[in-house]
């Protein structure tokens, strides 16, 4: 692997292009972030040259005893083929200079990289100037034929107008003006953001095509826990001592980049492409880990016990089936997400005497998946 403060010389990236695989350099943007680090992960599987922004690459002076990396970046540098197809590069969203240089000789770009905050100044500006610096820098590359851009669900279904039978699709946004109401401003800086991308996309000729994630959960790669991870963590470690009346849209990691490279790959795709699995109530969430995990402290009590219990709305997710990508039942995906945590040290292992056989506990997703789903009773 290589890491740079600065762009790669035209010298170095005629070497990366010749590299085994498809011959294509991609440049993804906040490369060791939780969705980032496993797009990264499969574009170097795949063969591609990864050339990824993150704030601070390390330094590796060549001296006989020196090499010191920032340790963020750890996971990365342990990939397959990182050593030979990975680059870093020194990036800020509000630097556009770092950023022509990150996506100079690339072919694509997968913009990833955005602010995680209610704080409506850490939240709004970086994400949308750094949305258009991206495609700008793009668009005056020269090489580039397709920017894919991580949007959310926040972009899409923030809407009080929307009715009960409404299918949510990629046809839906978020009511600004309630967002702002309510002071969600993560939701409101994802939805201006995917909308300056969008503008900036039509005003400089980029190929653009977007992605729109659900709150995401699977296994980690990097080593710290993100905020959707902490969604799941907190009702495992004794923190959360009830459960809200609320309903949330999940989707596997792992789907989510396999997304991104489909629809870059993808010469016919186009427009937004809502990612998601499955929509449960947060007591459902929690009943499907009582029953994979019953020697954790999860909570049985709901926060709101005097309104009626909230409904999951409807979506489709067709457009990312149609490209054939099969998604993993979010079950599946919240064991693994517990299994990496205990891995990892972020949850303490079940004493022994109390926690069921080790062939008990992978057989529960694999039944799971046979039947299609757990058998969730309200």
Same mark, same amino acid.
């Given at each position: 692997?290589?890491?740079?403060?600065?762009?790669?010389?035209?010298? %170095?990236?005629?070497?990366? #292009?010749?590299?085994?695989?498809?011959?294509?350099?991609?440049?993804?943007?906040?490369?060791?972030?939780?969705?980032? *680090?496993?797009?990264?992960?499969?574009?170097?599987?795949?063969?591609?040259?990864?050339?990824?922004?993150?704030?601070?690459?390390?330094?590796?002076?060549?001296?006989?005893?020196?090499?010191?990396?920032? =340790?963020?970046?750890?996971?990365?540098?342990?990939?397959?083929?990182?050593?030979?197809?990975?680059?870093?590069?020194?990036?800020?969203?509000?630097?556009?200079?770092?950023?022509?240089?990150?996506?100079?000789?690339?072919?694509?770009?997968?913009?990833?990289?955005?602010?995680?905050?209610?704080? &409506?100044?850490?939240?709004?500006?970086?994400?949308?100037?750094?949305?258009?610096?991206?495609?700008?820098?793009?668009?005056?590359?020269?090489?580039?034929?397709?920017?894919?851009?991580?949007?959310?669900?926040?972009?899409?279904?923030?809407? &009080?107008?929307?009715? =009960? %039978?409404?299918?949510?699709?990629?046809?839906?946004?978020?009511?600004?003006?309630?967002?702002?109401?309510?002071?969600?401003?993560?939701?409101?800086?994802?939805?201006?953001?995917?909308?300056?991308?969008?503008?900036?996309?039509?005003?400089?000729?980029?190929?653009?095509?977007? #992605?729109?994630?659900?709150?995401?959960?699977?296994?980690?790669?990097?080593?710290?826990?993100?905020?959707?991870?902490?969604?799941?963590?907190?009702?495992?470690?004794?923190?959360?001592?009830?459960?809200?009346?609320?309903?949330?849209?999940?989707?596997?990691?792992?789907?989510?980049?396999?997304?991104?490279?489909?629809?870059?790959?993808?010469?016919?795709?186009?427009?937004?492409?809502?990612?998601?699995?499955?929509?449960?109530?947060?007591?459902?969430?929690?009943?499907?880990?009582?029953?994979?995990?019953?020697?954790?402290? @999860?909570?049985?009590?709901? *926060?709101?016990?005097?309104?009626?219990?909230?409904?999951?709305?409807?979506?489709?997710?067709?457009?990312?089936?149609?490209?054939? @990508?099969?998604?993993?039942?979010?079950?599946?995906?919240?064991? %693994?997400?517990?299994?990496?945590?205990?891995?990892?040290?972020?949850?303490?292992? &079940?004493?022994?005497?109390?926690?069921?056989?080790?062939?008990?506990?992978?057989?529960?997703?694999?039944?799971?998946?046979?039947?299609?789903?757990?058998?969730?009773?309200?």
């Amino acid at each position: 692997m290589t890491v740079v403060d600065a762009v790669v010389s035209s010298a %170095d990236a005629a070497g990366a #292009v010749a590299q085994p695989g498809n011959g294509q350099t991609v440049c993804v943007t906040g490369a060791a972030g939780y969705i980032a *680090s496993w797009l990264v992960k499969l574009l170097l599987e795949k063969g591609y040259t990864v050339k990824g922004t993150v704030r601070n690459p390390g330094m590796c002076t060549h001296t006989h005893t020196t090499r010191r990396y920032d =340790p963020k970046n750890a996971h990365l540098r342990a990939l397959e083929g990182a050593a030979e197809r990975l680059v870093l590069c020194k990036a800020d969203l509000l630097d556009y200079d770092a950023i022509c240089r990150a996506v100079q000789g690339c072919q694509g770009v997968f913009h990833t990289a955005s602010p995680v905050t209610d704080d &409506p100044e850490q939240m709004v500006e970086p994400a949308v100037r750094g949305t258009e610096y991206v495609i700008k820098a793009a668009a005056e590359a020269g090489t580039v034929r397709r920017v894919v851009f991580t949007s959310s669900i926040g972009a899409v279904t923030m809407d &009080p107008a929307r009715g =009960p %039978d409404v299918v949510v699709d990629e046809s839906c946004w978020s009511d600004l003006e309630f967002c702002k109401k309510t002071r969600n401003w993560y939701c409101y800086g994802k939805a201006v953001a995917e909308q300056a991308a969008w503008d900036a996309a039509r005003q400089r000729g980029v190929d653009l095509v977007v #992605v729109n994630p659900v709150l995401v959960v699977g296994p980690l790669l990097q080593a710290t826990v993100n905020a959707s991870i902490a969604h799941v963590l907190k009702y495992l470690d004794g923190s959360a001592r009830t459960f809200a009346n609320a309903v949330q849209a999940y989707v596997d990691v792992r789907d989510v980049a396999d997304a991104h490279v489909r629809v870059f790959e993808t010469p016919g795709a186009s427009g937004r492409h809502l990612c998601a699995e499955r929509v449960l109530h947060r007591e459902d969430v929690v009943r499907i880990l009582a029953k994979l995990f019953p020697e954790y402290p @999860l909570p049985t009590r709901c *926060s709101d016990e005097v309104n009626p219990r909230k409904q999951p709305y409807k979506f489709s997710n067709q457009k990312l089936r149609d490209l054939g @990508l099969e998604f993993r039942p979010v079950s599946q995906s919240l064991y %693994d997400t517990v299994r990496c945590l205990q891995e990892k040290g972020h949850l303490p292992l &079940p004493v022994p005497d109390e926690q069921a056989t080790e062939a008990e506990k992978t057989e529960a997703p694999a039944a799971e998946l046979q039947q299609g789903g757990i058998a969730i009773r309200a």
